[in-house]
């Protein structure tokens, strides 16, 4: 059974970008441009990993993630990858500090996104999450 990917990402030519990398690897790929969406569709159907951007309109990329975290398990252990324009070390560290998983900084390859996820997704299976 193929790994499902929700990707949360108000600018459909990211959100596009990164759905086809996604889907050549194999993934099945659900799609959301808000942070409200995104909620809704994990509580209905969780993936099995969340791609966030940071910054969007309404609900931004750290509170979803904050959210997320704040769920009852197993959802709560949805690995979690923030997209974000912003190339600071502080950027980063909030990305960590409400729970993510890795943290990529605009532009990207999407060869390095599909190598991350798979990474993640491993060792979630690897512990057993």
Partial sequence: ??????????????????????????FEVREARTGEEALEMLLKDPPDLVILDVLMPGMDGLTVCQKIRQLPEPLNKTPVVMLTAIDTQLGERMGKEVGADLYLTKPFSPRELRQNVRELLAQREAIGE
């Fill in 1 to 26: 059974m193929a790994k499902r990917v929700l990707i949360v990402e108000d600018e459909a030519a990211v959100r596009l970008v990164v759905a086809e990398a996604l889907r050549l690897e194999g």
